[in-house]
């Protein structure tokens, strides 16, 4: 079974009525001031909550959370940073603490003021819940266009004392994160320093979140927020030379790893989730680059939503870009079945091997680019017409 709450946090969800008959407003508090940490957006267009977040975790001190689904509060001028402070303000006084110890996560509709009325009510009823609520109702709270709630936790061993991870995020349009995710959280009874904190997250962001593309779009409200109680009891984690930080560490980047598949899974109108492999590049950005050329190329997508073998939609969208490349130097596979090797096609055979790979639900492109030792894995998924059903109608 999944855990559902972490020692020193308390968590509640409820319905504001910022969305039609679901969850939308959820609180998260820390029994005492938690260790903190965040990676946001670096959208030049950002909402009040992220400018807000970001501002007030810089102390590295926190005691509560506040998320909303339904309004990204983006674009609403200074009316939406008095509302985010509002916000912040509401639950500060229901935890019995500073303004500046509460950050704000909005998510949904940009350029929408917030129904102020329905979120300060909202707030108040979720307090009352606290004592009883789990993450996993928060994890639903957060929803937008997701069609499931992502949740993660993992158990571990620390210093002879047992730690809870668990990691929420949210995410399934507008995505090409290029700092974090959309909304992700993650909690934790561990005993460690915010310094530790952020330096974890920056480094753990890079390999999951920042991996992770649906449209090629970056959200104005992305951030990811790291939490740690310190309940546990454990020698406090100071820094990757710590005792038991290769084991912490090792679990929050399986947690983000797995939240990051999930998203991509969800993505928009998604029936496949893509996992474009690249391997021989010269340097891991060239990698990773020549990675989100294939998993954001429209013609590789269809062909995947269509369960089309043609390699030449990937090779394509390589040449397109700005990877040095060179055709006699590549190969690529699918489902590892190799279709194309040092610029020759491998014949209908191998295409009619992969065919049958790109039946599946799960479907992996490899390309090998024969110029280094580098490699890149990036998480995405196929395009269909339901993506566009949704965007097109999206606030009609």
């Known amino acids: 079974m999944p855990v559902v709450r972490v020692p020193g946090f308390r968590a509640y969800a409820v319905h504001a009525g910022l969305k039609a008959r679901q969850l939308d407003l959820a609180l998260i508090a820390s029994d005492k001031v938690a260790s903190a940490a965040g990676v946001f ?16 975790i810089a102390s590295g001190q926190v005691r509560g959370l506040v998320i909303n689904a339904g309004n990204a509060n983006v674009a609403t001028g200074p009316k939406g940073s008095l509302d985010t402070r509002k916000m912040a303000k509401g639950l500060a006084k229901e935890l019995h603490c500073p303004t500046n110890r509460v950050l704000v996560a909005s998510t949904g509709v940009i350029g929408v003021p917030l129904p102020m009325t329905k979120v300060l009510k909202g707030i108040k009823s979720a307090a009352k819940g606290l004592n009883q609520g789990s993450l996993s109702r928060v994890a639903r709270a957060m929803m937008t266009t997701d069609t499931v709630p992502k949740f993660e936790s993992r158990r571990l061993t620390i210093d002879g004392k047992k730690i809870t991870l668990v990691g929420l995020a949210k995410g399934s349009g507008m995505i090409e994160p ?10 934790t009874d561990v005993s460690a320093t915010p310094g530790y904190l952020r330096r974890l997250l920056g480094s753990v962001t890079k390999s999951t979140f920042n991996r992770v593309t649906i ?4 959200s104005t409200s992305d951030m990811a927020l790291l939490l740690a109680s310190e309940e546990a009891g454990n020698r406090r984690l100071t820094s990757r030379r710590s005792e038991g930080s290769e084991i912490f560490e090792e679990s929050l980047l399986s947690i983000c790893d797995s939240l990051a598949r999930s998203i991509a899974k969800d993505g928009e109108g998604a029936s496949k989730l893509l996992v474009v ?3 021989g590049g010269p340097n891991t950005v060239q990698a990773e680059r020549a990675g989100r050329l294939i998993a954001n190329s429209m013609l590789v997508k269809t062909a995947v939503n269509g369960g089309d073998p043609n390699w030449g939609r990937i090779v394509q969208a390589l040449g397109a870009g700005s990877v040095p490349m060179s055709t006699k130097r590549l190969t690529v596979a699918i489902g590892g079945i190799t279709v194309f090797k040092l610029g020759v096609p491998a014949g ?12 599946k639900a799960e479907i992996s492109l490899q390309v090998d680019l024969g110029r280094g030792r580098s490699s890149a894995q990036i998480y995405s998924c ?13 606030t009609t």
Do not use: H
């Open 178 to 187: 290029n700092m974090a995710t959309m909304l992700a959280f993650l909690l």
């Open 348 to 359: 209908s055979r191998q295409v009619s091997k992969a065919a049958e790979k790109m039946k």
């Open 41 to 56: 957006t670096t959208s030049q267009v950002q909402g009040a909550p992220v400018l807000w977040t970001r501002k007030q």
């Open 382 to 394: 196929d395009l269909s017409r339901e993506y566009v059903s949704i965007n097109a109608d999206y």
């Open 277 to 279: 492999e690249v391997t």
């Open 215 to 218: 449209d090629a779009q970056t």
